[in-house]
């Protein structure tokens, strides 16, 4: 079955850019369409955004200033970029799969914790 | 963008018991909402989807109804492994997607 697993570092410097990769296997990257989604310590779920089969993007407003979602089809991974980096983005972050016949996230990878610091 | 809100925040129930968890959604999710499960230190697993179906694997313990704006979680006869946290999403209108806030379902 299709698992997924983020990389990544985890400690960022305030102001600084996240790089995330998120490694896909069991699916082909290009079939179906994939998220990025956080979760700051103790608290709820933040969508960022996704790609879909076909390299397009789509990100949640709040962030869309901010946030690159691309797609290396070669290595059937995609990543997250997320810049000027604030101790508010310190959170856990998920890459996960978006069902293909709605809008439902399954399955999660694991989970990266993502640290801002001064 | 479309708000959820779950209630309560925190549920303490005996195992064996049935639990009932409550979502709202600020304006219409018809029925494209799911429903998530998180243990500490792990992902969310998928629990619903389209309101009412559950996922691969599911037991049928876990179960779904709704639609439009008022969405309900059912545990019946809670299991030891099913204390943990619950999320609903909707999928109806986006971007973004949007979570609610949880329920922690706390033993009694």
């Known amino acids: 079955q299709v698992q997924l697993q983020e990389s990544g570092p985890g400690l960022v410097k305030s102001s600084e850019t996240l790089s995330l990769i998120c490694s896909v296997s069991?699916?082909?990257?290009?079939?179906?369409?994939w998220s990025w989604i956080r979760q700051p310590p103790g608290q709820g779920l933040e969508w960022i955004g996704y790609?879909?089969?076909?390299?397009?993007?789509i990100y949640n407003p709040s962030l869309k200033s901010r946030v690159t979602i691309s797609v290396d089809t070669s290595k059937n991974q995609f990543s997250l970029r997320l810049n000027s980096m604030t101790a508010a983005d310190t959170a856990v972050y998920f890459c996960a799969k978006i069902a293909d016949r709605g809008g439902w996230f399954d399955p999660w990878g694991q989970g990266t914790l993502v640290t801002v610091s001064s | 963008e479309i708000v959820m809100t779950q209630s309560p925040a925190t549920l303490s129930v005996s195992p064996g018991e049935r639990a009932t968890l409550s979502c709202r959604a600020s304006q219409s999710a018809s029925s494209n909402l799911a429903w998530y499960q998180q243990k500490p230190g792990q992902a969310p697993r998928l629990l619903i989807y389209?309101?009412?179906t559950r996922a691969t694997g599911i037991p049928a313990r876990f179960s779904g109804s709704g639609s439009g704006t008022e969405f309900t979680l059912t545990i019946s006869s809670l299991q030891s492994e099913d204390f943990a946290v619950y999320y609903c999403q909707q999928y109806n209108n986006w971007p973004p997607y949007t979570f609610g806030q949880g329920t922690k379902l706390a033993i009694k």
């Open positions: 790609i879909s089969n076909s390299g397009g993007t």
């Open positions: 069991g699916d082909s990257i290009s079939d179906y369409y």
């Open positions: 389209g309101a009412s």
